[in-house]
Each structure stands twice: as C-alpha cells, then as structure tokens.
C-alpha cells in the first residue's frame, strides 16, 4: 500500500503562487509515477500534472502549463506542485495520487487540499 498526504492548500489572491507538498510513505518502490488531479464544485476530476519517480519526466495539462511546476524531493518521498499566477479557474480540491507499477491507472489517492482563488 502507498498512503499520500496532500499539504498547502490555502486562499490566495488571482496572480498569487501557493506551492502544495504531497507526502508519500508505503511501498514506493512499487510506483512509477506520482499525479496531481483536482476537481471543481460541479465538475469532473481533472489531470493537472505527472512526475515520474525517477524525475526524468514530466507533463502538465495544457490548462496549467507555463504557471504549474511539478518537482519531488526522492529522499523525502515527497513532490511538490508549484502553482504561479493563479487564477480563479484555478480554483479546486486538489489531490496527489499514485500509479504503481503493474496497475493500469492510479490506484492510489490523497484526501486533497482545498485551493481558492479570488479575484
């Protein structure tokens, strides 16, 4: 098993940066790569970025690319989501979750963070 912890989440003024931490801990040597997702009141759950455990590779939606920066500190099982000029859109819980080797999508997910965004 694989347990996640989201930290970071907090209310922020449109064009400010927040940065969320997700603490992993479990079999980590199982996983692959580590995800964050984030889900708006009346909306689907949303991919937001991905970072390989090895770190040597990286994706973004489109949505956030160029304001967002996934990072993981491998020592500290932990990634970091660095989110600049944020806008309200950005607005969400947002969760970390893990994909496992062997598995054919996350399997394993946070409790989330809350991020709002005022204009």
């Known amino acids: 098993q694989v347990q996640l912890v989201e930290s970071g989440g907090g209310l922020v003024q449109a064009g400010g940066s927040l940065r969320l931490s997700c603490a992993a801990s479990?079999?980590?040597?199982?996983?692959?790569?580590i995800g964050w997702f984030r889900q708006a009141p009346g909306k689907d759950r949303e991919f937001v970025a991905t970072?390989?455990?090895?770190?040597?590779?990286?994706d973004y939606a489109d949505s956030v690319k160029g304001r967002f920066t996934i990072s993981r500190d491998r020592a500290k099982s932990t990634v970091y989501l660095q989110m600049n000029s944020l806008k309200p859109g950005d607005t969400a819980i947002y969760f970390c979750?893990?994909?496992?080797?062997?598995?054919?999508?996350?399997?394993?997910w946070g409790q989330g963070t809350q991020v709002t965004v005022s204009s």
């Open positions: 979750a893990a994909f496992s080797y062997g598995q054919e999508n996350y399997s394993h």
């Open positions: 970072i390989t455990q090895s770190g040597d590779n990286a």
């Open positions: 479990g079999r980590m040597f199982d996983v692959y790569k």
